[in-house]
């Protein structure tokens, strides 16, 4: 299993440009998620998805969309860059995240820079 | 919105020294979670306590849970270079969806 893998890895971007945070899965896992961390800070949570087709939103969504077309896949897309949106993005994938104490497996993260 | 402080944000002390990692909130969690995080990767889950009043104890380190399910602590014992790391914790809301509520972590070092 290669578990929760993320491309790219880094990436810069100027402001109002578009991108798309990929985010794979193969462990079967119904919930995924998307968190930014800022330097200093804690994670916080972007976006989540209970299962392919549903998603919602988190604590900072703003700037952001998500789609979950599959169990395995769950994109991040950012429209128009903004300085602000610089961060190292996490995805993580849970098997039951309705059960208390479920597992995040989280992903290597990608590095994105707004300039 | 549910806050999680950490506390001390930074720590550095030498090899063989025992520390405590503290995490507070005015809010109740479901559960509590603690993460370990190494430079450009995600961070690891290390335990998860859910009773009020647990204690977990995994090799040197050891976790509680608050009666009221409102804080936690991590305690290591003779630290090892090998603990430098980003420590984390992360409260749990219930829910259909439960969501993490991350602390902003705690840096350690430990020199040799």
């Known amino acids: 299993n290669a578990g929760v893998t993320q491309t790219p890895k880094f990436r810069i971007l100027k402001i109002g440009q578009s991108m798309t945070l990929q985010c794979t899965q193969d462990?079967?896992?119904?919930?995924m998620y998307w968190y930014r961390q800022d330097p200093g800070m804690g994670l916080k949570l972007i976006y989540y998805s209970v299962g392919a087709g549903i998603t919602d939103k988190g604590e900072v969504p703003n700037g952001y969309n998500v789609s979950r077309s599959t169990t395995e896949d769950f994109p991040l897309r950012l429209e128009l860059a903004a300085p602000s949106q610089t961060s190292v993005y996490f995805c993580?994938?849970?098997?039951?995240?309705?059960?208390?104490?479920?597992?995040?497996?989280f992903g290597p993260g990608t590095r994105l820079t707004v300039l | 919105t549910q806050l999680l402080e950490q506390s001390p944000q930074f720590l550095s002390i030498q090899e063989g020294e025992n520390l405590t990692v503290y995490c507070n909130s005015s809010?109740?969690?479901?559960?509590l979670q603690w993460y370990r995080q190494e430079p450009g990767e995600g961070p690891v889950l290390l335990v998860t306590?859910?009773?009020?009043?647990e204690v977990k104890k995994l090799k040197r380190l050891t976790f509680q849970f608050g009666d009221a399910r409102k804080d936690s602590s991590l305690h290591i014992t003779a630290a090892q270079p090998g603990d430098t790391g980003l420590y984390l914790c992360?409260?749990?809301?219930?829910?259909?969806?439960?969501?993490?509520?991350f602390g902003s972590g705690t840096q350690l070092t430990v020199l040799p």
């Open positions: 462990m079967n896992h119904n919930y």
């Open positions: 809010s109740v969690f479901s559960s």
């Open positions: 306590v859910v009773t009020g009043g």
């Open positions: 992360a409260g749990e809301s219930s829910g259909s969806a439960r969501q993490l509520t």
């Open positions: 993580a994938s849970s098997y039951d995240g309705g059960r208390r104490g479920d597992t995040q497996y």
